[in-house]
């Protein structure tokens, strides 16, 4: 009784929870219902929801209620496991909140929880992969040591304002794992920089409030702010201050740093002692831009290579355009001719990331095979 039958019929309740002569205001409850999101785990959905909608379906017979249905949409979160059991108290492998937050702090236990899966996948817990979390949450404190500079930096700007629009989006979309992705990219490059601004680290401290609330408010508090982090307004971004070639430039360096992780872990490589980066050959990027302009008028392979075709590289040309007409995946959104420069101008950022030697060579002078692999928007790599 005080479970399924007191929650199946409360949440009317509420929307008038002072009235002392009915059940609720029949025009209060007209205004607020029906539910916009109902988010509750699968299992209530042969047991609390058909409560739920029995109850709403007999007080709108007895003339309470106007509605058929009390939710208009649902949203069905996942299952956390651990040793591919369940969690739950019954069964006694529940880990307990205390424990974690003892040991890392609770904001550590959530972004571990919010990022290691989508809400509405199953996961198992890791009490290692925890660790992962937990350093990352360190970077963010550590942003607050960093000077502080009222400098424009449009770079800057343009990935700040990138990171509120996709935060804000997957959020939306219930996307939290993958607006968590973004927010680390930012606070990534931030803890690259030697100064940042107050603004960018406002930014942080806001995105973060939802996922981390107490280092939320520590940092807001740290950089000179009175007012709680959770009583302001959401950070808006600008479209105009999305630098679209900074943007590219970006989405190179993160899409390189994915594809070394991914090599290191095809290759069984741990602690990398030097990583080098080969460049695409010059002509490449010169055909893989007219490709894309062709591409945007026909589908039709035996046209492209006729209107792409060098003699010098024919070859090449005639085996490349079928893989990319079909997987148009691999070109690029822009062509960065440049990514030479870019890459040096990040191997910084890079070298810190893998703790190691990073060496950028351009595919024409060198003579290792792999160097010929490199393609414009994904560098060829070596790991030692």
């Known amino acids: 009784m005080d479970t399924f039958v007191d929650s199946s019929w409360y949440f009317l309740r509420y929307c008038d929870a002072r009235n002392n002569k009915e059940i609720f205001d029949k025009k209060k409850v007209a205004y607020w219902m029906p539910i916009d999101m109902y988010i509750g785990g699968k299992e209530h959905a042969t047991m609390h929801l058909i ?15 106007k509605i058929d249905e009390p939710t208009l949409n649902l949203f069905n979160q996942g299952m956390l496991h651990k040793n591919n059991v369940v969690m739950s108290k019954s069964k006694g492998n529940v880990v307990a909140q205390e424990d974690i937050a003892e040991k890392y702090g609770i904001d550590t236990a ?22 992962g979390s937990y350093r990352f949450l360190n970077k963010v404190a550590s942003l607050i040591d960093k000077k502080i500079t009222n400098n424009k930096d449009a770079k800057l700007e343009s990935k700040m304002h990138k990171t509120i629009k996709f935060v804000t989006e997957n959020i939306e979309n219930f996307k939290l794992n993958t607006a968590l992705v973004h927010l680390m990219e930012f606070v990534n490059y931030l803890s690259s920089k030697d100064d940042v601004t107050k603004n960018s680290l406002e930014a942080v401290a806001l995105l973060l409030n939802p996922f981390t ?9 740290k950089i000179g702010n009175k007012q709680f982090a959770s009583l302001q307004k959401w950070p808006k971004y600008d479209e105009k201050k999305i630098d679209k070639k900074i943007d590219a430039e970006d989405d190179l360096i993160q899409n390189t740093i994915s594809d070394i992780i991914a090599v290191m872990k095809l290759a069984n490589v741990e602690k990398p002692v030097k990583i080098r980066l080969f460049t695409a050959e010059k002509w490449k990027y010169e055909f893989f831009k007219r490709l894309k302009k062709e591409m945007e008028k026909t589908r039709n392979v035996g046209e492209i290579i006729k209107a ?32 030479d420069e870019v890459l040096n101008e990040n191997k910084k950022m890079i070298e810190k990331e893998f703790n190691c030697e990073v060496e950028i060579i351009k595919a024409e002078k060198s003579q290792e095979g ?9 560098a060829a790599i070596l790991i030692e």
């Open 213 to 221: 609330p107490h280092l939320s408010e520590e940092i807001w508090e």
């Open 308 to 339: 792409v075709m060098a003699k010098e590289h024919g070859k090449d040309i005639s085996a490349l355009v079928p893989k990319l007409v079909k997987d148009t995946k691999k070109i690029p959104e822009a062509i960065i001719e440049n990514e």
């Open 51 to 65: 409560y739920f909608r029995f109850f709403v379906k007999f007080l709108r017979d007895m003339g309470l209620l």
């Open 110 to 131: 959530r972004f571990f929880l919010l990022f290691v899966a989508g809400p509405d996948k199953d996961m198992e817990w890791d009490d290692k992969a925890i660790m």
């Open 370 to 378: 792999k160097a010929k692999q490199a393609m414009p928007g994904k």
